[in-house]
């Protein structure tokens, strides 16, 4: 008798040791051991949205609003879900988005935050640097964010993103998207390996054309990693091979590649390689082997119109009354239409609410490109050219139009994103346009949905024969002066560029900058969760992810802990057949 008890005791407390490390630990916010990529799960949870609060002195942070063109550091303490990391360095950045703010009565800049860069030892759950979108250019605020999860979907290295709500110093900024850079950490855990070479192509050569075998000669072509073995790269190689008919499959991941190219056809994303600014893409170079990784989709799904050109007046575009930027003013009803200067960063270049534009939804899939001709473009030109390869590539468009690009593929993601979203957009102090203009991208007739439903009809009508689309081949050229913009703010032609042109020279007007405030009724944020006060939670069809990482070790000693439990069993179950002594 007293042996059965004995047994019994030590089932029970093995049971209760079992439930406690399997229910009760994880959460009640003990932090456990991180894994080196942790901020995946972490920072960037794509179920809920994520707090980024800022401490920074306000002279600091009016200098970097005053003179946000300059892109000049500043030190700053970042809490990031009530994670705090202090000496963190924070700056403006963008390049047409940047300087059409500048030019503008918004203070809504996008942000880079670098954890590391005053001790290259510091990161956050490993996470170096972090980019604040603001979501220019887009009325929706979910083309980015919908176009990395269709990259993930299609099998692409992808950036993580998420949606962040920003403080400064305690007082609403708004409501960004959160994007991973694309730096070593990245490279190490979607390639294994950050031993290679990291390019970000923008200005001359970034098209990958042959210039000369020097290197020195492609100064558009940033090396961002590895710079002191740069003699070791094929880059030069490999845009030999694509321009004068080598073995490119040699030099360049092909199947990825058409991965990438289909799904950017598809999204209609022309702020791009194939458009005439022919940037906004990293090229990763392993083993002489290079990748390609998709970057800066806030102008996809069309918003970045046909022939190169982006829709919009220039955001000074505005009434002399009323000048008075909306986030030192009471909020308005979502109802009223909002003063011409309320919206005009937004609606400046590229920004366009209208997304079911003809030349949108019938873009070309055989000659892919805008404001330039096939040929301009040698990377895609090498592989459209190829039979066997463009076979493969109208199989990946067919796929994206069935699978990926589907009405109710999207309208499964808006109506999640309207869920978890529509609050922080209404308390948005800062945003570009409305709620009601967030609201019409989630389903209706000129929605993401619908622009999906329509582009994949298209893409399926010009794949069996029954849709011919005449290519955008407008030829580049010559950049218009910017001190010559009209009085009538319209936006000069952008279908002319030389191969030097850089968008972030373009003057600033100096305008002052308003710091913005907490609108009425908005909750504080709620620092232990990541979210507002009575938020309602995203319900993602994707793993739910925890706000903390397990440790390896914590399910051993659960596993551990199951099979002494099993063992405590089996002996019960012997003593009890073999009877009482």
Not at 109 to 127: A, C, E, I, M, P
Not at 314 to 319: I, L, V
Not at 447 to 465: H, M, T, V, Y
């Amino acid at each position: 008798m007293v042996k059965s008890k004995i047994v019994y005791l030590c089932m029970t407390v093995l049971l209760l040791l079992f439930i406690l490390l399997y229910t009760v630990l994880p959460n009640i916010g003990i932090e456990t051991k991180n894994t080196e990529f942790s901020y995946e799960n972490i920072i960037f949870n794509e179920n809920k949205v994520t707090t980024v609060d800022i401490e920074i002195a306000e002279e600091d942070w009016q200098d970097m609003l005053d003179n946000a063109a300059d892109e000049e550091i500043q030190q700053a303490t970042i809490t990031v879900n009530g994670k705090k990391v202090d000496n963190v360095g924070i700056r403006t950045k963008g390049n047409s988005s940047l300087t059409s703010v500048v030019n503008s009565d918004s203070n809504r800049y996008s942000l880079k935050v670098d954890f590391d860069y005053y001790d290259n030892t510091q990161s956050l759950y490993g996470l170096k640097k972090l980019n604040l979108n603001n979501n220019f250019s887009d009325t929706t605020l979910m083309r980015e964010y919908i176009s990395y999860e269709l990259m993930e979907q299609m099998g692409l290295p992808t950036p993580a993103h998420s949606y962040m709500y920003v403080t400064v110093n305690g007082e609403d900024f708004g409501l960004y998207v959160g994007v991973e850079a694309v730096d070593e950490t990245f490279l190490a855990n979607q390639f294994g390996s950050n031993n290679g070479f990291l390019y970000k192509p923008d200005g001359v050569g970034s098209d990958l054309k042959y210039i000369s075998d020097s290197i020195e000669d492609y100064t558009g072509i940033a090396v961002k990693t590895n710079e002191s073995n740069i003699d070791e790269s094929k880059l030069i190689e490999m845009i030999d091979a694509i321009n004068n008919g080598g073995d490119i499959e040699k030099y360049i991941d092909v199947d990825e590649m058409l991965r990438y190219f289909a799904m950017n056809t598809a999204l209609v994303s022309l702020d791009s390689y194939q458009g005439m600014m022919k940037h906004n893409y990293y090229l990763y170079e392993e083993n002489g082997v290079f990748s390609i990784i998709p970057w800066d989709y806030n102008m996809a799904f069309g918003g970045f119109r046909g022939n190169g050109r982006m829709g919009g007046n220039m955001p000074n575009e505005t009434s002399q009354a009323n000048t008075e930027h909306p986030v030192n003013k009471e909020p308005q009803a979502d109802n009223e239409q909002q003063p011409a200067n309320a919206r005009g960063a937004g609606m400046g270049m590229g920004m366009t609410g209208e997304l079911m534009t003809d030349s949108a939804i019938n873009f070309s899939i055989t000659s892919p490109v805008s404001g330039a001709s096939l040929e301009d473009r040698p990377l895609l030109n090498a592989l459209l050219t190829n039979e066997e390869y463009r076979a493969q590539y109208e199989a990946y468009l067919d796929e994206i139009a069935t699978k990926y690009l589907t009405e109710s593929n999207i309208q499964e993601m808006t109506k999640k994103l309207a869920v978890l979203l529509t609050t922080y957009v209404e308390a948005d102090p800062t945003k570009f346009s409305t709620t009601e203009e967030f609201l019409a991208g989630v389903e209706g007739e000129n929605s993401l949905p619908e622009f999906a439903k329509q582009r994949s009809a298209s893409i399926l009508k010009q794949l069996s024969g029954e849709l011919v689309v005449e290519a955008e081949t407008q030829q580049e050229g010559g950049m218009p002066n910017f001190g010559d913009i009209p009085e009538n703010g319209q936006m000069p032609d952008f279908n002319n560029m030389p191969e030097d042109f850089d968008s972030s020279k373009m003057p600033p007007m100096n305008e002052e900058m308003n710091k913005g405030e907490r609108p009425n009724g908005m909750q504080p944020s709620d620092r232990n969760n990541g979210g507002f006060r009575g938020m309602p939670n995203g319900n993602k069809d994707m793993s739910a992810t925890q706000d903390t990482t397990i440790d390896p070790q914590y399910l051993i000693v659960v596993a551990a802990s199951c099979i002494l439990l099993l063992i405590a069993l089996v002996v019960v179950l012997k003593f009890n057949r073999r009877g009482r002594p």
